[in-house]
């Protein structure tokens, strides 16, 4: 009979599901707060429920057509030129029922490729262009990353349908013209481009090796170059467009022809604000559209007045915001969702936060429910065709990227609570609604983030929990001091002030992102509101896998799984464990430097070539500069970070390795490798067909191994309150966070430590060989990275907070800790509180994030083996929120893996 590796553990009292604080009942127990949407919203839902993510190549067309015309025009103008040709020609398309419209595409869940980024990852894979973003490395991550195959997701090609990058359904008829869009940018696009430059970095070829062995798990130049940051509306909601090209006009007189003391792009200013003219024009010829789409519709709408009359509204709203200041607060919330899609749709970008959303439309709120023009019901109902508008978006990018990292998600954070400029709770009861909304209408975006802070008031941050027990795994909760300390840290020798950091949002999943306040004026009466102020954060350096760093020092550079020498062997015996953890340092720099030097050269093509135009005009100080971001008219550019993946198998297998090897002498290093190899008696993930944890099967004759697998796993573990392993956590944490600032950006900055794993914890753990702390060859790391390896937690959550918070979680952007609990754990008000206690526990020890899954692991196991009944449920994986049956296996396995507490 085949063992498995539950079965083994079980036998040890390592129950692979283990359950802290009592024992669930056998009986499936559902959600405690269930709540329903307006019927117009639960329409559109199932819509959505029933829509593929589709693309189309209408924008592309009309960007190359336009550009291939204007070849020797001044770049940031050719390009400027091209954006307004797509803006104004794309199809717009209004659903009935909708009360706010636009969208990427004309399709209900639309997006579309982007080859003048990179056009080979969404070719077939018998293509020239596939093969050769394989050979150098892009599309790695690719082949080890698995998209769920329910919902939305294109896996396969079916009828007149092709299936691209592994999620998107291209129409048969299109193909032909995908093909010839993306060949005609071979050679000029970011990523041939910064292909051709990064060689002729020194490192290149550790680069690309680290690459093809995913200890790296992609580029960020060409792949995702902007995103994982806070969006700003001020500039619009203030001026109104034709305000903004009338400033536009205004400051290209003023500059042309001067360079005012700036010889090197002072003359540039004249090109930048040319650019923002023509941008400006095309999004709105792009919103008229929809006004004249919308009246289209009410002349032909004779049988229905309701909607005639609400098709007539929409006309009117699009007419007037695609020029002037919005008056109302539909008007706002509209046009905050429209230049949220004209950026996406500027470039490839995830994690484009809407920040503080109801700090920012508070103006039109408060005046609209004074006048009596708009109650609290139509509030509602507007905030949740907000989310269904925000969940139909989807990010176009690979494989490697949209599965491997993003799971399909668009990590559109909005962010609540915090403090005012002067420092008083900025709570208000527009997010009170907001949050109603995530609970009538449980969507994936946006999701929700509580800046925690002590003077939250009471009734706020219940209603926070209130919503956590939705079992949407949204609000996560953020450490608002964490934050303001490290905006001062990171962005104080470019001019942050404490007023300035309280202004901050979260940015992607939970990257700490600087932000500004602007005096809005409304009707004659002045608001102070927030708005991102830096450069898109999680680029550089993305997702390096710890436990294969480890993995690369233990055998002297060289990866089993690529047969590869991927660094230079460093030929140490390895004798002590100060040799070893210095060989870990030393390695890991090689990686980071290599990466860093071939991204900047990737970030500076781009900057050159595809500039951000309409997002630079929107954020502060781009317009009164002159300059876009990429010539750092921004305010913030100290955004730049090395992102780690993996981190508590990496501290795991340090500790296993220091106690039986080094200390107690059990095992000599050979020993471990050699079970290491031979991944501890088990079989490979491949040969079991799933690299998922639940699923390992050990051989037949693979007892050898036994003994030291057992002592392996019953080795210290991170999470328990343990000084041995918490010291090996605290010394790399004080190393790692202190390392990143020695590597320097493309604009001359440090860079910074950037905790989380996103989805990454899949793929790269696909990628690695067991590992000493018992893991095994190709299964799922630990999530996040404050969060234990499942099972492994077994002394409660306060023992686990004391393990994550033995270093200053303040000195990195972030930190992620996910928990799962029972929903009896936290039932009804005493619940409530007790999960508002332990939440404020664990911020007040100076933990930066945590979030929860409050669900029965029986209902996600019955999940996944019967997904057709689970269309709409909904679970946290590591910083996002994600239908369950849009994630690959190998994560929904991890999931249910997690402890469960069933007491708290």
């Known amino acids: 009979m085949v063992k498995k590796l539950a079965d083994i553990l079980a036998e040890k009292g390592l129950d692979i599901n283990f359950q802290y604080g009592g024992k669930a009942p056998e009986e499936m127990v559902g959600r405690e707060i269930k709540k329903e ?56 398309t209004i659903w009935p029922g909708e009360l706010l419209v636009g969208g990427k595409a004309f399709y209900y869940r639309g997006s579309f490729p982007m080859p003048w980024l990179s056009e080979g990852y969404y070719m077939a894979k018998e293509d020239e262009l596939y093969k050769s973003a394989l050979e150098r490395g892009s599309v790695s991550a690719g082949e080890l990353s698995k998209f769920g195959s329910g919902g939305g997701n294109v896996v396969q090609s079916f009828g007149n349908v092709t299936s691209i990058a592994g999620k998107f359904g291209l129409r048969n008829e299109e193909v032909g013209a995908l093909v010839k869009c993306a060949k005609e940018w071979v050679g000029k696009s970011v990523d041939d481009l910064g292909h051709k430059y990064e060689q002729m970095v020194p490192e290149y070829d550790i680069k690309e090796k680290v690459m093809r062995s995913l200890v790296c798990m992609f580029d960020s130049g060409y792949t995702l170059p902007l995103g994982r940051e806070v969006i700003n509306y001020y500039y619009p909601l203030q001026y109104g467009f034709d305000g903004l090209i009338k400033m536009a006009k205004e400051k290209k007189a003023e500059v042309a022809g001067r360079a005012d003391g700036d010889g090197l792009i002072g003359m540039d200013r004249l090109y930048f604000y040319e650019a923002v003219i023509l941008v400006l024009e095309g999004i709105q010829a792009w919103i008229r559209n929809y006004a004249k789409e919308a009246r289209r519709l009410a002349a032909e709408c004779v049988d229905d007045a309701q909607q005639k009359k609400e098709y007539e509204e929409i006309a009117e709203i699009m007419d007037w915001i695609s020029s002037q200041q919005p008056r109302t607060f539909r008007e706002a919330l509209q046009l905050t969702y429209l230049i949220h899609i004209a950026v996406l749709n500027e470039d490839a970008i995830s994690g484009m936060s809407p920040g503080r959303l109801g700090q920012v439309l508070w103006p039109w709120f408060e005046q609209d429910m004074e006048a009596g023009r708009i109650d609290e019901g139509q509030v509602l109902e507007l905030l949740e065709c907000h989310r269904m508008k925000f969940t139909c978006i989807d990010c176009f990018a690979s494989t490697g990227v949209v599965g491997g990292v993003l799971s399909g998600n668009t990590f559109n954070n909005l962010s609540m609570g915090g403090l005012t400029r002067d420092g008083r709770s900025a709570a208000n009861r527009l997010e009170m609604l907001i949050m109603e909304a995530g609970m009538t209408n449980e969507t994936t975006q946006p999701t929700l983030s509580v800046l925690y802070d002590e003077k939250l008031p009471e009734d706020f941050l219940l209603k926070a929990v209130e919503c956590n027990k939705t079992g949407t795994g949204y609000p996560a909760w953020m450490n608002n001091q964490n934050a303001i300390q490290f905006l001062l840290k990171q962005y104080g020798s470019e001019g942050m002030t404490l007023e300035e950091a309280r202004a901050i949002a979260i940015g992607g999943c939970l990257e700490t992102s600087p932000c500004a306040w602007h005096e809005l004026t409304l009707n004659g009466k002045t608001y102070w509101i927030p708005g991102g102020a830096g450069q898109p954060t999680s680029v550089g350096v993305h997702f390096i896998a710890n436990p294969k760093v480890l993995e690369l020092v233990l055998f002297n550079g060289y990866d089993h799984r690529t047969k590869e020498q991927v660094l230079p062997p460093h030929n140490k015996k390895l004798e002590t464990y100060e040799e070893l953890w210095d060989t870990f340092k030393e390695y890991y720099e090689i990686i980071v430097d290599a990466l860093t030097t071939t991204n900047n050269i990737q970030h500076d093509i781009w900057r050159k070539h595809n500039m951000s135009i309409f997002h630079s005009l929107c954020k502060p100080d781009c317009l009164e500069k002159g300059h876009h971001i990429g010539n750092l008219g921004i305010r913030y550019n100290a955004t730049f970070n090395v992102e780690s993946c993996g981190q508590i198998n990496q501290i795991n297998a340090l500790v296993a390795l220091k106690k039986l090897v080094y200390e107690e002498k059990k095992y000599s290093l050979d020993e471990m490798r050699q079970a290491i190899l031979d991944n501890f008696g088990f079989k490979t993930a491949a040969e079991v067909g799933s690299f998922s944890l639940a699923a390992q099967e050990k051989k037949e004759d693979g007892d050898k191994y036994d003994k030291i697998h057992s002592d392996c796993l019953k080795a210290p573990k991170y999470g328990n309150d343990d000084p041995y392993a918490d010291a090996v956590l605290k010394e790399y944490e004080d190393w790692f966070c202190d390392m990143c600032t020695h590597y320097e950006s493309l604009y001359g900055k440090p860079l910074y430590s950037c905790q989380i794993s996103v989805s990454t914890h899949g793929p790269q753990g696909a990628a690695t060989l067991a590992s000493a702390d018992g893991r095994l060859a190709g299964t799922t790391y630990a999530d996040g990275s404050m969060s234990a390896y499942p099972g492994t937690d077994r002394n409660g959550p306060y023992a686990l907070f004391t393990s994550a918070t033995v270093w200053d979680q303040a000195q990195s952007q972030n930190s992620q800790m996910n928990l799962k609990i029972h929903p009896n754990a936290v039932r009804g008000l005493e619940g409530s509180k007790k999960l508002l206690e332990l939440t404020r526990a664990y911020m007040r020890r100076g933990g930066f994030h945590i979030q929860y899954n409050i669900v029965d692991s029986k209902i996600l196991k019955d999940a996944q083996a019967h997904p057709e009944g689970y269309r709409d449920l909904m679970v946290r994986v590591a910083g996002f929120t994600q239908y369950w049956v849009e994630i690959g296996k190998p994560i929904q396995d991890e999931v249910i893996a997690r402890t469960e507490y069933e007491g708290i």
């Open 37 to 92: 949407p307006f019927p117009r919203v639960k329409k559109l839902k199932e819509q959505y429920y029933n829509t593929l993510s589709s693309a189309t190549m209408e924008f592309p067309y009309w960007y190359t057509r336009k550009y291939r015309e204007l070849e020797g025009e001044i770049p940031v103008v050719r390009r400027a030129a091209a954006l307004k040709h797509a803006f104004s020609h794309i199809t717009p």
